[in-house]
């Protein structure tokens, strides 16, 4: 087993939502093996309030969630990323920052909860299904044998773990 912690980024449009959640599920579910970032490439400056209340439910940390320009982690200074995913369609079809290093890069689209609407328990359940969406698949991932599998291979398997049906 390699003592690598490998630093993941979580991009999405707004970086009010689905990023930052999955920022604290590999946190969690990752920590020590893993060191996990999210931005968004048009931040909408603050994070859903529906998000921190699910982190909150959770018992996640939510104290260090903010909205951020993926900028940031283009700069000077940044941590050095491994991976970056894409949980929205639109920063997936957006062009990207260049990123140091040449992470490993895959799509892992899920419904926007930001853009639910209805009535609490229906806004409710749009951010419960991401986030066990999210779970699902980070779970899969913390678990591939990385310091077995050749790039290639752990590339195939990230674009995979986007494709699963949740």
């Known amino acids: 087993m390699t003592d690598k912690t ?49 982190l909150a439910n959770l018992k996640y940390d939510a104290s ?11 700069l000077p200074g940044a941590p050095a990323l491994d ?20 992470p490993m890069t895959a799509h892992w689209g899920v419904p926007d909860p930001a ?9 409710g359940a749009a951010f419960a299904l991401a986030y066990r969406m999210l779970n699902n698949r980070i779970s899969v991932f913390t678990s591939l044998p990385f310091d077995k599998v050749d790039r290639l291979s752990l590339q195939t398997k990230l674009r995979e773990i986007g494709a699963s049906r949740d």
């Open 6 to 54: 490998y630093n993941v980024l979580f991009l999405c449009t707004g970086n009010s939502a689905r990023s930052i959640i999955a920022e604290a599920i590999l946190n969690r579910l990752g920590h020590g093996r893993f060191r996990a970032y999210s931005a968004g490439s048009m931040p909408k400056g603050k994070v859903h309030p529906h998000s921190l209340r699910l």
């Open 64 to 74: 260090v969630a903010r909205s951020k320009s993926w900028d940031e982690f283009a």
């Open 83 to 102: 991976f970056v995913f894409t949980v929205c369609d639109n920063a997936a079809n957006e062009v990207c920052p260049i990123w140091p290093g040449q």
């Open 115 to 123: 853009a639910a609407t209805g009535s609490e328990a229906e806004i």
